[in-house]
């Protein structure tokens, strides 16, 4: 399998090195050159736990690492997750949660991560390449990717988050790990601060590549591709005679990017209908076909406070029947006025979409917990507010994308009780921390990058 670019401007790439890459070089968003169909092996595949049908799916889009040696990263990737099933099904009322938050740092970022860590260790060891991964966070990616990259040899992590502005929790969770390969940096700025930072290092391509700078955000291909996984997981194990519908708390379009491949594939998906908070950009545009950017707000679901949605694009190229060019004029209009519109407007039957404001959210959680003494975190209330106001003909899967102690506050307010707890959480007070303060300018960043990267 080869891998193209949206903007098709780039020269198909092996999965290795579309994996090393993440964004393609023509700035465009990597995509495989063909969809597998999957429908002649559903049958067969039924019974598979999570584990052994990653090990089916998996292999379909990665032909550059023989299957007896991808299986032990795989492997050693979901044994990092508490929950035997790793992904357990759960039935909240007449709707199915699927727990994807049984990953180290309890949010669904670890499935895609921790797959990344052993896929870039596998690739860099075999080239004799080492690389240093520079990120920002205002709180729940910076952990997911350090979990997924703590003490493999031949990668260091530097993440910088502005200093007093993540919870107490996130830092912890980031400042607690002692692996020596994990940088974490507390910025005097704010998250803008550390983003712009970030993307002037970046930019500055001899130093880039004197210290082998790499990134691990969420454009990655490889993250894409191990979401898929558990939509066909879930899929399987709801089929009875009708298709399922998935209700995705959404931010930045990976999630449910994966769940409109794992449909495409020909898993037993109706439809994906795509849950926002108040910033509402994506679901304005499946209802107008209007792509227009706004102010963020903020909201009780902060991984999702998202105007520009970085995964969109890859879905946008399938609805521009892959057309690379029309792709690039509607991002070069969205680009410099904020605003695209699409120039055909199809119904698009794959997909629904909807807003849910902060007060609904918050009553999800409370009506959810008296009704079924079930913790819902505020971002997978909003999906599960979607999957009581949308109608589907089949099953209905809710994805819950964290464990509702990472956002104790909301929920507890919603509750009106102290109950959002996970023993892991409680455990990391009393850990040792490691942390560096540095002021947020481009000289203190760098400096201490060259000064700790390993080459
Ligand atoms: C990242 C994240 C999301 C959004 O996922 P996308 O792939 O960005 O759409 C939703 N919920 C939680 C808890 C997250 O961490």
């Known amino acids: 399998m080869r891998y ?3 903007r098709g401007e780039t020269s198909p790439l092996s999965f290795q090195d579309a994996v090393i890459t993440g964004l393609a070089p023509d700035g ?7 969809i597998p169909d999957v429908r002649s092996r559903l049958g067969e595949w039924r019974e598979l736990g999570f584990v052994d049908l990653a090990l089916k799916i998996l292999p379909l889009y990665i032909d550059d690492i023989p299957l007896e040696d991808l299986e032990p990263l795989v492997r050693s990737a979901y044994a990092t997750f508490s929950h035997p099933e790793v992904v357990p099904l759960i039935p909240v009322g007449d709707i199915n949660v699927v727990e994807l938050f049984h990953g180290p740092t309890l949010a669904f970022k670890d499935v895609a991560l921790q797959l990344l860590g052993q896929l870039f260790e596998y690739i860099l060891s075999r080239r004799g390449e080492h690389l240093n991964i520079l990120g920002a966070t205002s709180g729940d990616t910076g952990s997911a990717a350090i979990y997924g990259v703590r003490g493999l040899p031949e990668i260091d992590i530097f993440v910088m988050f502005p200093d007093g502005r993540v919870s107490e929790l996130q830092e912890l969770q980031m400042t607690t790990v002692a692996d020596a390969n994990v940088h974490c940096l507390a910025v005097e700025g704010s998250f803008d601060d550390c983003q712009n930072l970030m993307k002037t290092l970046f930019a500055d391509l001899p130093f880039k590549s004197t210290y082998r700078l790499g990134a691990v955000n969420s454009v990655n291909w490889a993250r894409v591709l191990a ?5 066909g997981y879930a899929s399987l194990k709801l089929y009875a005679g009708a298709p ?19 449909k495409r594939m020909g898993f037993p998906i109706e439809r994906l209908v795509l849950a926002t908070n108040e910033n509402d950009i994506l679901s304005a545009f499946f209802s107008t076909g209007v792509y227009q950017r706004g102010e963020v707000r903020f909201t009780v679901t902060p ?3 998202i105007q520009v949605a970085s995964n969109f694009e890859r879905y946008l190229y399938y609805l521009l029947d892959e057309d690379s060019e029309r792709l690039r004029r509607f991002m070069n209009d969205f680009s410099s006025t904020g605003r695209a519109v699409l120039d055909s407007p199809g119904r698009d039957e794959d997909f629904a ?3 849910i404001g902060v007060e609904d959210t918050l009553s999800v959680i409370r009506r959810t917990y008296e009704s079924h003494g079930y913790l819902l975190d505020p971002h997978t209330a909003v999906g599960l507010a979607a999957a009581e106001q949308i109608a589907a003909a089949g099953p209905k899967i809710c994805l819950a994308t964290a464990h ?8 507890n307010k919603a509750v009106g009780a102290d109950v959002a707890h996970h023993a892991a959480l409680e455990l990391l007070r009393g850990l040792p921390t490691r942390r560096t303060v540095i002021p947020a300018t481009l000289n203190a960043v760098r400096d201490f990058v060259a000064n700790h990267a390993r080459l």
Do not use: H
């Not at 979401?227 to 939509?231: D, E, G, L, S």
């Open 244 to 262: 399922v519908t998935f209700y995705v708390p959404t931010g930045n379009f990976g999630n449910v990017f994966a769940g409109y491949l794992a």
């Open 227 to 231: 979401q898929i996984v558990y939509y």
């Open 404 to 411: 509702p102690a990472k956002f104790p506050e909301a929920v």
């Open 28 to 34: 465009g968003l990597l995509l495989p050159e063909e």
């Open 4 to 6: 193209i670019s949206t």
């Open 303 to 305: 991984a999702m406070d």
């Open 353 to 355: 979409a909807i807003a």
